[in-house]
DNA sequence: CCAAGGCCTGAATG
DNA sequence: ACATTCAGGCCTT
């Protein structure tokens, strides 16, 4: 029964949710906004800012949760091998950010593109005789030109970072309202922003707006699902239109239910950890 | 509505 | 060495 509560605090960081956190020692230290955090063994969060932040949703009900997605062998395996695995829960605004560099990209170049941002325009701060350099506010970023932000190494991407940076900044999309909006709602404001497609929106909404019926459908999701399966959503085609995402994300709601999210990160995990894929 | 092609960049592949 | 391909998509045509 306690066995669920337990917090398998290296597995949740190395699932590709998060960018900007090293091990030094006993302690994981990572940048969550305007916030650093040191995070033990156990899990326990001593924060920069003296915030009390449920970054590994301790308040989600877990064993609800698994018992929920746990709808197939596929499922059942990946909890029980990966058991301890969490969604964090991040600071929307980087996350979103994260997320639009991430896209036709790789977690290695993630993290150095990142890295470059915070290190460019973000505040340095000390924590705990340790230099860090915060994720720059939406503010900062909407004002900067395009061609600095290029200079991180984001490419292409980089009007788009300057754009959604001026739609957060000016509360055009406002987060604070939309943790409390439905799936659908949240979706559809997280897609005008440019640079951010359904499966980068349900990436912000699953780790950063609490929205757990968010399943980002990547291409590792996808070969997952045709891997596995096969049976219960059989995809056709190579490419996965606007149209063809909603419904097999209706699909994968009707199947693993309204966590469906955690479904994925178990999923994906496991998928990723069988090829030896390297994490942070 | 769908399919195809282009896009920054750097690590991996040939 | 050097050229191509490919990588946790999105946007335009």
């Not at 064993?63 to 695995?85: E, F, P, Q, T």
């Not at 922003?193 to 929205?211: H, R, W, Y």
Request: proline share 2%; charged share 30%; with cysteine.
């Amino acid at each position: 029964m306690q066995e669920n509560y337990v917090i398998n605090v290296e597995n949740s960081i190395n699932s590709g949710q998060v960018f900007l956190w090293k091990k030094n020692g006993v302690f994981w230290y990572g940048v969550n906004g305007q916030d650093v955090l040191r995070i033990d063994k156990n899990g326990i969060i001593k924060s920069y800012q003296n915030l009390k932040t449920d970054f590994f949703r301790k308040n989600d009900d877990i064993d609800i949760i698994i018992k929920s997605i746990s709808r197939d062998k596929i499922v059942r395996n990946a909890v029980k091998k990966y058991h301890g695995l969490r969604i964090l829960k991040q600071e929307p605004f980087q996350c979103l950010i994260s997320f639009i560099v991430s896209s036709n990209s790789n977690i290695q170049k993630i993290k150095t593109s990142l890295e470059n941002i915070s290190r460019k325009f973000g505040t340095k701060i000390e924590f705990e005789n340790q230099k860090f350099f915060l994720f720059p506010k939406s503010e900062k970023l909407a004002k900067v030109s395009i061609n600095e932000i290029r200079k991180c190494g984001v490419g292409y991407r980089a009007e788009f970072i300057k754009e959604a940076a001026n739609i957060i900044f000016s509360k055009e999309v406002d987060f604070e309202s939309l943790k409390k909006s439905n799936y659908f709602e949240v979706k559809k404001n997280m897609c005008s922003i440019p640079g951010v497609g359904n499966k980068v929106a349900d990436c912000i909404m699953l780790f950063s707006l609490n929205k757990l019926e968010a399943f980002p459908l990547d291409r590792w999701m996808i070969r997952i699902l045709e891997k596995y399966y096969f049976n219960e959503f059989h995809l056709e085609t190579k490419t996965i239109t606007e149209k063809q995402y909603n419904i097999l994300h209706e699909k994968i709601v009707n199947h693993f239910g309204p966590y469906a999210g955690y479904a994925q990160q178990f999923l994906f995990k496991m998928e990723r950890e069988n090829y030896q894929k390297k994490w942070l």
